[in-house]
């Protein structure tokens, strides 16, 4: 079981960030130790070639002033007072041959670089060399210079402060290291754990929405980074995903009911004049009843079609110019006859040379759902006005007004929801579908529909175009 789960966290971005967090500050560390370590090297060693340098000036200004005996008296009282361990002297000719030493029982291994003579005879002004001494765990650094006329003085000095000083280095660093890095893998995981918590909160609440709770969000800790963007980003999706289903819902509830009526009369006609045995005119009768209902089933079906296709921009608006006002014109004088039938007058208020850009079938149909909508609902003795003017210099305006029955309160905000019928439209025969229809093709040519009402004074509905 643990086994893996420590695969499992192994594949997780929390640990990767840390590999990856805890691997770069290794890595950087190192390069600056190495850098680092170099630096004190180099000075180290510059400091002690320094030191040799002063001793072997010092020495050369004896041997110019006080012969060579001089210079090896002072040689041998400097590797005295020094420490026969700490540095020793020799005097060489120019073929490398010793005429005069300190005391070398400790450094009897160091023998004579025949080529930092010969550099020295060619013109070098001095020669350092740095030799290894593996049984004493040592090193040397020697420097080669002419004291005289064919007189060479090598200077040896050892460097086991410096190297127990440079060992010492090495080992704190590697201890620090070892402490820095998990340090660093600890604060990493912590830092990835913290940036990835929002992720897995995401992840958490999806799991749970596909377990079917619809209703959970993602927690957001406003303090507006990318985690939080996701976040609110995550839960409008769901808020959206949600309506839509609750969408989804009641309009198959609306069509369940509204598709049950007409199925149901046809089953009952059918039934009747089946049982009874009637005669054939009976049968005509029946099977007209049905193509009537049939017809019925085939328009609400289209024009649920026509609305989805519409919103989902499926069926887009051919773009061209049209007359606005001689269609608003046509849509009029086309119900004018349904007006006074029902006693209602129908105003027509039209400025003419609008223009406007879209689908004419399409916008055809809209205004005659608006206008078709207001003589249902408006009683004997009202009136419905329809106004068609320019609002600004890219906006056409329509607006169908009644004095009508109006909207409730608690109606108003769902009236252009699919299949959606207020209280006060049950009585009338109708799908609940035109004023969706009528919205889904007015914000397919980048306008709008909106409407305002009170009840049992009538109510405004206006729509917004552009311009051709």
């Avoid at 002033?65 to 090896?72: L, M, N, P």
Wanted: charged residues 25%; hydrophobic residues 45%; glycine residues 8%.
């Amino acid at each position: 079981m643990s086994s893996r789960k420590t695969r499992k966290s192994r594949n997780t971005l929390a640990f990767r960030l840390t590999l990856w967090y805890a691997g770069i500050f290794t890595v950087s560390s190192c390069i600056a130790f190495l850098l680092f370590y170099m630096l004190v090297t180099s000075v180290v060693r510059d400091r002690t070639d320094q030191e040799l340098m002063g001793q072997a000036r010092r020495f050369a200004v004896l041997a110019s002033t006080g012969g060579i005996e001089e210079a090896k008296k002072a040689v041998i009282a400097e590797s005295q007072a020094a420490g026969v361990r700490k540095v020793f002297f020799r005097m060489l000719y120019a073929d490398g041959v010793a005429f005069s030493s300190s005391n070398m029982s400790y450094w009897k291994d160091i023998g004579i670089h025949v080529n930092a003579i010969g550099e020295l005879v060619e013109g070098a002004g001095h020669v350092f060399e740095t030799m290894d001494m593996p049984e004493r765990g040592d090193k040397v650094r020697i420097l080669y210079v002419m004291l005289g006329p064919g007189i060479i003085l090598q200077i040896g000095e050892a460097m086991k402060e410096t190297s127990g000083f440079l060992d010492a280095f090495r080992r704190i660093f590697i201890v620090t290291m070892a402490f820095l890095i998990v340090l660093a893998a600890g604060i990493g995981w912590f830092m990835a754990r913290r940036a990835v918590s929002g992720v897995e909160a995401v992840t958490r609440t999806a799991r749970k929405i596909s377990a079917g709770a619809l209703g959970q969000r993602v927690p957001v800790n406003r303090r507006g980074d990318e985690i939080d963007q996701l976040a609110v980003t995550f839960n409008e999706m769901l808020d959206r995903i949600e309506a839509l289903i609750k969408e989804m819902k009641e309009m198959s509830d609306n069509i369940a009911h509204d598709l049950k009526s007409p199925i149901t009369r046809i089953r009952g006609s059918a039934e009747v004049t089946l049982s009874t045995s009637g005669s054939m005119e009976e049968y005509e009768n029946m099977a007209a009843g049905m193509i009537e209902e049939c017809d019925r089933l085939l328009d609400t079906i289209n024009t649920m079609l026509m609305i989805s296709r519409t919103e989902s921009g499926v069926d887009r608006p051919s773009p061209g110019k049209m007359d606005a006002a001689e269609l608003v014109r046509e849509a009029c004088d086309l119900y004018e006859p349904a007006a006074s039938d029902k006693g209602i007058i129908l105003n027509c208020h039209v400025e003419e040379g609008i223009t406007t850009a879209g689908d004419k079938r399409m916008i055809r149909r809209m205004v005659a759902n608006l206008i078709d909508n207001a003589i249902k609902y408006t009683p004997a003795g009202g009136r419905v006005d329809v106004r068609l003017s320019r609002s600004a210099a890219d906006r056409v305006t329509l607006t169908v007004s009644d004095t009508g029955t109006g909207i409730s309160r608690e109606d108003l905000p769902r009236i252009f929801d699919r299949f959606y019928r207020g209280d006060r439209s049950r009585s009338e025969a109708g799908l609940g579908l035109g004023l969706s229809l009528a919205r889904a093709i007015a914000r397919a040519h980048t306008g709008d529909i909106t409407v305002t009402s009170t009840p049992d004074k009538g109510s405004v509905f206006t729509v917004t175009l552009p311009a051709a």
